[in-house]
């Protein structure tokens, strides 16, 4: 059979054997399925919780993206009853009289992760031990110094410092020395369309994404997706699903598979605006570290000035539409996320969505974090962060330099001539309001140079298929 790129399976369903040949698959509704006890074949559905044949469906499409057969899918809840479930089936009940399960994690996490890898660690399930993992030197470190590693959790980019983790070496690393540690990644800010953490080699031993962000990209359902490198291990975890009935709802899935099936286009325009946009917030509006002034800087995989850029490369094939800046003044990022200038970004939490969303990480999605153990991480509290949607750059940019305008970080001197970043230092930036209107070609080369999916070559961690 021909090779067929990750854009197009998403969007092919499949006949799905209907009995009226639909184009879509149906919604199941129904939570009982006819039990046919005259016939000893074992029967797929019995009960909705064990099974559904819409979250099958899904389950297919998840599959057929990190390309590993359906039954090592499973579609549940929420990206954080993922992670509970991967704990609850892997790490969690690994202790012994003298060994309490121990897990290596990141310390730039999304905030959720974070509150619940402390409750685990408070109610002594699990013992966490948090690294920045960016740095592997620093986590070859921690894991040589503990008696024995349960589980290692990685996300690259990091939520929402962005800071790239090489996943490739840690693994080549832990798999070297402890190959029993479950490797899991948080998958959530590439996709599977940007990387595939299974097919590294070696790969890792279970990828999960909240399907919530850019699986779906309408803020419209709450899910989440766990791909697992073996059967032996998919059936640990569907042990739990099933259990606890945490799989995913008919409903929620028939929405998914639609959703899914525009993600090419969406991460595409996505990816294309946080690109244009990161440069100009860097070049144009002087969020970037100065001689006088070190504390405004953009942060994104995307951009060359960033060191981990080719490394981010290396083993991704897009830079997601996460970016975040710090403006150097707490007080100024409260008043721009709290402008009425802004039309088009709106204040929310997640990412992933079709719209434009801007954020403030320490009063928002990462609040749950201590501010104690925010300050101990070096966590700005000024941080801004953008999630790019689909909709024109240009509005975009314009409604973004209004806000900062009317929060007084931005000057707009001599009739639109200049942009002139009020708080770094001063700082004139040699850049007109045309700048909202450069030639867009500009940028697109920087993307599809760096990035863009070749569909002889795509994709998976550099490895031609
Ligand atoms: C990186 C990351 N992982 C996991 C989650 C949890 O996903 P959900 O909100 O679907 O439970 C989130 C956000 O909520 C996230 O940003
Ligand atoms: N109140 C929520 C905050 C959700 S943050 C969602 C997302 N991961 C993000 O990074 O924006 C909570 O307590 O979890």
């Known amino acids: 059979m021909a090779f067929k790129t990750l854009d197009t399976v998403v969007v092919n369903t499949g006949s799905q054997n209907d009995q009226h040949s639909a184009s879509v698959p149906p919604v199941y509704l129904s939570t009982t399925f006819k039990v046919d006890l005259s016939n000893e074949t074992a029967q797929d559905y019995d009960y909705s919780r064990s099974g559904n044949p819409t979250r099958s469906v899904?389950?297919?499409?998840?599959?057929?993206?990190?390309?590993?057969p359906q039954e090592n899918v499973l579609a549940v809840s929420s990206g954080?009853?993922?992670?509970?479930?991967?704990l609850r089936g892997l790490v969690l009940f690994n202790g012994t009289d003298n060994h309490t399960p121990t897990i290596i994690a990141g310390d730039d996490l999304y905030g959720g992760t974070?509150?619940?890898?402390?409750?685990?660690?408070?109610?002594?399930?699990?013992?966490?031990v948090h690294v920045d993992t960016s740095d592997f030197e620093k986590f070859k470190t921690v894991f040589q110094s503990l008696d024995k590693v349960d589980c290692v959790l990685l996300e690259s980019p990091t939520n929402p410092l962005c800071k790239v983790v090489d996943i490739?070496?840690?693994l080549r690393f832990v798999k070297c020395i402890s190959p029993e540690t479950t490797v899991v990644v948080d998958n959530t800010m590439m996709s599977g369309l940007n990387c595939n953490p299974l097919q590294l080699d070696p790969g890792c031993d279970v990828v999960y994404e909240s399907a919530t962000k850019y699986l779906n990209g309408h803020h419209d359902l709450m899910g989440g997706v766990i791909i697992s490198k073996t059967a032996e291990i998919a059936a640990k975890l569907y042990f739990v699903v099933n259990s606890t009935g945490a799989g995913l709802s008919p409903m929620d899935s028939w929405l998914l598979v639609r959703g899914l099936k525009t993600l090419g286009v969406r991460l595409y325009q996505q990816q294309r605006n946080a690109m244009i946009l990161a440069h100009w917030l860097e070049d144009s509006c002087g969020f970037k570290p100065t001689e006088t002034n070190k504390t405004t800087k953009t942060r994104f995989v995307g951009l060359r000035s960033n060191?981990?850029?080719?490394?981010h490369q290396s083993f991704n094939s897009g830079p997601g539409a996460v970016l975040s800046f710090e403006t150097g003044s707490f007080e100024h990022s409260k008043r721009l996320v709290s402008s009425k200038k802004l039309s088009i970004w709106a204040v929310t939490v997640s990412f992933g969505c079709v719209n434009s969303l801007l954020s403030m990480p320490c009063k928002m999605s990462h609040a749950s974090i201590d501010p104690e153990l925010r300050k101990e991480r070096d966590f700005p509290e000024d941080l801004i962060r953008l999630c790019c949607g689909i909709e024109n750059i240009v509005d975009l940019k314009k409604d973004l330099l209004a806000a900062m305008v009317d929060a007084d970080i931005i000057e707009i001197r001599e009739n639109g001539k200049y942009l002139f970043n009020k708080l770094n230092n001063n700082l004139a930036v040699n850049?007109?309001?045309?700048?909202?209107h450069k030639p867009l070609s500009v940028y697109e080369e920087f993307y599809n140079q760096d990035f863009i999916r070749k569909d002889s070559e795509l994709n998976v961690m550099g490895s031609k298929l």
């Not at 974070?114 to 966490?128: C, E, G, I, T």
């Not at 060191?307 to 490394?311: N, W």
């Open 80 to 86: 954080m009853t993922a992670l509970d479930i991967i």
């Open 307 to 311: 060191p981990d850029f080719k490394l």
């Open 168 to 170: 490739p070496r840690i």
């Open 431 to 436: 850049t007109t309001t045309d700048e909202l």
């Open 58 to 68: 899904l389950q297919n499409q998840i599959g057929k993206l990190y390309r590993v």
């Open 114 to 128: 974070q509150r619940l890898l402390n409750f685990f660690k408070q109610q002594s399930h699990a013992v966490s």
